[in-house]
């Protein structure tokens, strides 16, 4: 039973657009939500993050989207940058300092010049 | 040099053999974390451990052990290795969450597993 999908498991965008990356989860007992970046070869590292008690927050380029009630969120990228090419997942937990992160399955992110 | 540091990066085995994949740690984090990624699968969880006295079982535990031997260092080790256990190995480190920092978790490079 997979709790937390990411329905494309890739996306190809235009340097300088928008990359926008989707996130289900089922348990409603997640209450935190992570986006992590992928490069090959190398082991998942930290993007941003989200509580349930806001609907938005954002870092720079990146903005993660947080729609409770559809258990949706999304992750915006924008202006995209080649360095952006990555797989990104999502992750979910239940009460913050719970670290026992639920992923989703990833999107591979392809930045085209 | 990387704050968390994995071994071997690449390993092949044959089946019904022992295996141990080593992750050591420089962050100082209490918490360490053992997590498989298959393709189509994303990351699932194996083993954690939350100080050296503790240990717990993940979402697949199966088929693996752990040791804590110190707070820097976290082993998995699987008894009798069997092919569906192919897969790339990460562990993981993190500071408990609090409102001055994320929770997040701090992934070593990962150790390539095959089975034949």
């Known amino acids: 039973d997979q709790q937390v999908k990411q329905n494309s498991p890739s996306l190809s965008v235009q340097e300088g657009r928008i990359s926008i990356l989707n996130c289900d989860y089922t348990?409603?007992?997640?209450?935190?939500f992570l986006w992590y970046k992928k490069y090959p070869a190398e082991g998942p590292t930290f993007l941003i993050s989200i509580s349930s008690i806001k609907d938005k927050n954002e870092d720079g380029r990146f903005t993660v989207f947080l729609n409770k009630s559809a258990k949706h969120l999304s992750l915006h990228i924008v202006p995209s940058q080649p360095g952006d090419s990555a797989v990104y997942f999502c992750?979910?937990?239940?009460?913050?300092?719970?670290?026992?992160?639920?992923f989703g399955t990833g999107t591979r992110l392809t930045i085209i010049p | 040099d990387a704050d968390v540091t994995q071994t071997p990066r690449n390993r092949i085995t044959k089946t019904g053999k022992r295996i141990m994949l080593e992750c050591s740690q420089t962050?100082?984090?209490?918490?360490m974390y053992w997590y498989r990624q298959d393709p189509g699968l994303g990351l699932r969880l194996i083993y954690y451990s939350f100080d050296v006295k503790d240990i717990n079982k993940g979402e697949i535990s199966d088929g693996y052990s752990v040791s804590r031997q110190a707070q820097a260092k976290f082993s998995l080790s699987l008894e009798s290795a069997i092919p569906n256990q192919t897969a790339l190995y990460f562990c993981?480190?993190?500071?408990?969450?609090?409102?001055?920092?994320?929770?997040?978790?701090?992934f070593g490079e990962g150790s390539r597993l095959t089975v034949l």
């Open positions: 962050k100082g984090h209490d918490r």
């Open positions: 348990n409603s007992m997640f209450d935190y």
């Open positions: 993981a480190t993190s500071k408990p969450g609090s409102s001055s920092n994320t929770g997040e978790l701090f």
């Open positions: 992750a979910a937990t239940a009460g913050f300092g719970n670290e026992k992160l639920t």
